[in-house]
């Protein structure tokens, strides 16, 4: 299925007077997600789809949840946690020589439901009892533009796929068997395993909707992930982000992201700490 430049511009141009929000995504991005849409509904014409969008506002709500990128998993891309641990036991072994709290403040933007920001508390946490430091004041803000995610993050129940990349002792450690629903049997009625988080983790992971395109960023943070969104933003909307992103951190603080992104930092204050892994930091001068 295929749609003319001119039927394109049609939708765009009624999504945009419907209040949707189309203008910060790539051009390719947005073509992809709306053909979608249209062979998923089978509006055979531009018009019978914006007839479509117009008349249903569920139809309205599945396009915006198939332009959010909630695809995620616990510790994907493995080896890139490797470079998160060091970066963590850096961090805090700078603020304990400066003779400051060892603290960390961290922030999981598009957090989608979840995988990422409990991710990220895990080898937080691990890094605070390698170093010996008990009751760790750690706070990871999670935020997106994708209130069920959200929610469904704030629930903090995972599928076995879902968690098939935790190493055997972290999931032992930080993950409690239930179902679905959070009761105490082990799967659901199509014979999938369930797993919540532990509170230990659950504790210091904050949900909250946050839009970085229009939203101020948050302040202070000692790293922020913003891993496989600038992918799908045009080239003037990751210049913002990436200007909200260096502001966001504090002097030092480290920038995660996706193995797939390769940003032009030129002009900005950041340099590479582990490139491969696509971890950057702010210059502290």
């Known amino acids: 299925m295929e749609i003319s430049e001119n039927e394109f511009r049609m939708i765009m141009k009624a999504l945009s007077t419907m209040g949707i929000k189309i203008e910060s995504y790539k051009l390719d991005f947005l073509r992809r997600r ?5 062979m998923a509904t089978r509006s055979k014409t531009a018009m019978d789809y914006i007839y479509l969008l117009r008349k249903n506002p569920e139809e309205q709500k599945a396009f915006l949840d198939s332009i959010s990128i909630n695809v995620s998993e616990f510790f994907r891309d493995p080896l890139v946690w490797d470079g998160v641990k060091l970066a963590f036991k850096e961090r805090i072994g700078e603020k304990i020589v400066s003779g400051l709290e060892p603290t960390l403040r961290i922030w999981s933007v598009g957090c989608s439901c979840g995988e990422e920001p409990y991710t990220i508390a895990i080898v937080a946490l691990e890094v605070f009892k390698e170093l010996g430091i008990p009751q760790p004041k750690l706070s990871v803000q999670a935020t997106d533009i994708d209130r069920d995610a959200l929610r469904k993050g704030n629930n903090g129940i995972f599928s076995e796929s879902a968690i098939k990349n935790i190493p055997r002792g972290l999931k032992t450690r930080y993950l409690l068997e239930c179902d679905c629903l959070g009761a105490s049997s082990l799967t659901d009625r199509s014979g999938t395993m369930y797993y919540s988080v532990s509170d230990e983790v659950k504790k210091v992971v904050r949900f909250r909707y946050h839009d970085l395109v229009v939203d101020p960023p948050m302040l202070f943070m000692d790293a922020v992930f913003c891993r496989n ?38 002009g900005t204050s950041f340099e590479a700490y582990d490139s491969r892994n696509r971890i950057y930091r702010k210059k502290s001068l």
Do not use: C, D, H, P
């Open 34 to 38: 709306i053909l979608a849409r249209m």
């Open 229 to 266: 969104l600038l992918i799908y933003l045009s080239q003037e909307t990751q210049k913002i982000i990436i200007g909200k992103l260096q502001t966001s951190l504090t002097k030092g603080g480290f920038l995660v992201l996706g193995m797939n992104e390769v940003i032009m930092f030129e």
